[in-house]
Each structure stands twice: as C-alpha cells, then as structure tokens.
C-alpha cells in the first residue's frame, strides 16, 4: 500500500480493532506535551468513530513485529469537494526522523488527488514546535496562532497545502 | 429544511461561524453533566472540523431571534456505506418535551436515506440517562455499557437503528 517505508515497516488501512492499540501509545509518543490535560485533550480528539468510518482514508504502520509504528487518520471533507482533513498523525519518536511522517503524508495526498481534492487542512497545538517545523518542511502554509480556534481554550494553528502548487512526491 | 419544529424556530446546515456559538451553550445545556471533566470531554468532541467539513449533513435551529435552539452533528460513514453517524446532537433544556429532537433525528433519518444509508449509529455516556431514554423511543437498540469504548476511562453506550425497520417518519 505504501512503497517507500524502512525495511521491516507495513503499512495498511487503520481498522476497528487498532482504536486503543492507538490509544496506548499516545502518551508515550507525545512525552507528556500540555500535561494531564494534554493527555486528555489527545485521547477526546481520537473517539472510535474515526476507526469505524474513516478507515479507508486512514493508515496504520506496523513493525514485521506487529507493534504499532505510526498512524495518520484523515478524511475527505464531503462539505469541500475540492478538500481533504488530516486529523491526526503520530509517529514512534524513535523512528523520527526517517520519514516516515511525510511519507504517510505523501501516502495521504496521492489519495487525496486521486479523489480530486486540491487542498489539504490541517492543524497543530501552537505548543507542538516540532509538528509546526515538520509541516512547514512539507509545503503547508501555517496560519498564526488562533485563540479559541477548536473551542475556549483551544488554540490552534491551521494549515494548508495546495497540491497542485506541489506535486507528489515532494522532495 | 425541516418543516415540522414549533413555530418560531427554524432549521438550516451548520456552518463555520456557528462553532463557538455552540460551544458556548454546552455547560448551560448539559447542566454540568460529569463535571469539569464532562464540560471538557463535550468541548472536545466539538472541534471546528465539524463545522467546517460536515456541514452538510448537520443541522441548526434558531429561534427568529437568532438565538440557538438546537443542534445535531452527523455524517454519511465514507467506509460503511449503509450506514450513517449521528455524532452530538443537543436541545434546549428550556424546549425539551417539545419534540425537537426527534425531528432533528427524522430530517438525519430522511437525508442519511436518500443517500442509500440503512443504518444509523450513535453513542451516548452511559451517565446520560435522559439520552438513552430519548433513543430507546426514537427506536434505536442499545449495547450493554461498552467500557473503554472510546478510549481509557471513556465508557458508552452504543445505539443502532434500521431504517428500513422503521419507516421515516417514525410516530
């Protein structure tokens, strides 16, 4: 499904049974950012609903081992037609640095195209420096802080990529 | 859009600018179900991509006033393609009894069938005692609490209904 991944490294589409598999290694993978409330906030923004209904658009990555090695959930928006969402993406940070992020991200945009969408949203915890520095390299455009942006409290940064400004693969 | 609400309310889709105004009604409507813990769990299952990508398949009802009367967030499931998912639906404590909410359900119902959709799902806390009497009557079959349903420490109760057992408009 996806080529270009490091030698003992599967990917498939995420399916029900993978949802507190997933779970399990958030904290870990994300080393405590924002605290407990972080912790939280992270588990609430991955309900099963994304592993039942947004499967097909969705990736796990496994090691031969069958341990998990990084995820990406994302969709595309039926409000948008010309639009696809990634909602969320973690990565082994022992296996940063490979690529495996953008090749998910690479993975994601050929769906994406694929089904017509030009653009591509997503967004960052303006906390999350490494998740701004990573998009960026991508191609994403970032928007600046925005207060409330997900509800009180919840500030984000959005992002955007215009696919036909850059195609895949990127470099 | 919807024809059947009490007079002085009216429907239409959700749109962007409507995020934060709903959010702002959730700790009123809810009553502080769960605490501060629930108030942030409700928030939280509430992001703006809802508002943004699922549009249109989600509905509002203002009073002439402009004030929000009610709400319900859902989608057609991309991977399950009979089925569709109703996510967050909320009314107006000050109008329950008033059948908003179940017309909300039925215009979902009628919408999720024309697009070839015989199922819809939802979940609700197993706290929500009013929620699973409101289903149980809508016709919905409920699960046995499903705890960790959607992530550690996050138990539901998960409903099903037939549509084509239960012809729309439902009595």
């Known amino acids: 499904m996806i080529d270009d991944l490091p030698a003992g490294l599967t990917a498939r589409h995420l399916a ?38 947004f499967t097909t658009t969705s990736f796990l990555v496994e090691h031969d081992t069958g341990e998990i090695a990084a995820f990406l959930v994302g969709f595309l928006s039926p409000a948008q037609p010309d639009t696809a969402y990634v909602h ?26 694929s089904h017509g969408r030009r653009y591509v949203h997503c967004i960052t915890s303006p906390e999350n420096v490494a998740s701004r520095a990573f998009h960026a390299r991508l191609g994403f455009a970032a928007s600046a802080v925005q207060p409330d942006y997900d509800g009180p409290g919840l500030d984000r940064v959005a992002f955007t990529i215009d ?8 470099a």
Chains 1, 2 share one sequence.
Request: charged content about 15%; proline content about 6%.
């Open 88 to 113: 969320f993406v973690g990565v082994d940070p022992v296996l940063h640095g490979q690529g495996i992020g953008s090749t998910l991200y690479r993975a994601f945009f050929t769906l994406a195209q």
């Open 163 to 170: 696919l036909s400004a850059h195609p895949v693969p990127i």
């Open 16 to 53: 029900n049974e993978d949802h507190l598999r997933v779970h399990a290694v958030l904290d870990t993978w994300w080393g405590g950012l924002k605290g407990k409330a972080g912790s939280a906030e992270r588990a609430l923004l991955l309900p099963r609903l994304y592993f039942q209904h």
